[in-house]
């Protein structure tokens, strides 16, 4: 009788260990990443919605002008640059409406569907930001630089505001960017160890 | 006494489904997983591979020229080509170098350490590929289009076969960007269900 009794109360505990025993040792570290998480979006949205605010005002028109022309430079004269106003915009809003989901995984730290949820569309918006980042820092380093073998020519002497501007939303961009891959990264390792 | 014996034996049949039910069930779906992801990684290393040579290999030089010049068109006009030609080779070279990990994931389906590690650096690399790609793409489209407001005439009339080239290195790098989205998301959906 001894033997009997003993077998199942040894597997009793173990059946404690794994039930409430894990869950209890790891659960503050997943909420600590939920947290982060949470918090690290919030930055992810400035930095996404300065990068489209700060391209879209970007403008400017020089003080001299001849009898046909006034020279203007503004976001919408390159299509990059529209198209890093909608996307940065889009990630922005996107970041936005994942915070609740965000709230989930703080108050259910071993829920695994928001997270995975949650890491899916990051990783298809971190693209959406890397691209728009990226096509709009071609077209700024050649506003610096030019090409002298197309002979594109440097605007950046003449438009310094204009460059200084949409060189900042990249910058920006590249923020919402690093955000982005640090999430992915930390929802990995929350999905990853139990 | 009926009482004390009848608890653990439920929370002992309880454990056992933990232990054993749920691996046995899902193990040959993150099997399928694991080779559907060795398969894809074969094809992004093609797609890399031929997006850093196609673009490596682009050079067209003008049947005509002046005393002073001749007119040629190369990736080494191009910053944005250079940075391009290095960092789609480095991808292709990290999904080679990834392979053995994909291997062990097809042996181990339940093992989450090599995918953890696939998920990050498969982020990184996404990232790469991306800015890359997308960088390309801009000037590419400049060279289609040109630009009237920064008066940035389009080269692709004259040099066509350099435009061709540029164009289908920048598609396939979008090809290898599509694969390493869908291996992130399947690499996710392995770690989350359990």
Chains 1, 2 share one sequence.
Not at 61 to 68: E, Y
Not at 131 to 154: P, R
């Amino acid at each position: 009788m001894s033997t009997t009794i003993d077998v199942p109360e040894s597997s009793n505990t173990k059946g404690k260990t794994i039930l409430l025993g894990g869950p209890a040792r790891s659960g503050g570290w997943k909420k600590g990443i939920a947290i982060m998480d949470f918090i690290l979006r919030l930055g992810a949205v400035a930095a996404a919605l300065g990068a489209a605010a700060t391209m879209g005002m970007s403008d400017q028109t020089l003080p001299f002008f001849t009898q046909f022309f006034q020279f203007e430079a503004s976001y919408d004269s390159f299509t990059t640059f529209q198209f890093f106003v909608i996307s940065m915009a889009l990630v922005a809003g996107y970041i936005v409406l994942s915070l609740p989901f965000s709230i989930v995984a703080i108050i259910r730290p071993h829920a695994t569907g928001p997270r995975l949820f949650l890491i899916i569309l990051d990783t298809v918006f971190l693209t959406l930001a890397t691209s728009s980042g990226a096509s709009a820092a071609a077209i700024v380093y050649l506003a610096h630089n030019g090409n002298q073998d197309t002979n594109w020519l440097a605007i950046c002497n003449q438009f310094g505001d204009f460059c200084a501007q949409t060189s900042g939303a990249v910058v920006s961009s590249f923020v919402t960017v690093v955000i982005l891959v640090v999430l992915i990264v930390m929802s990995a390792l929350a999905l990853g160890r139990h």
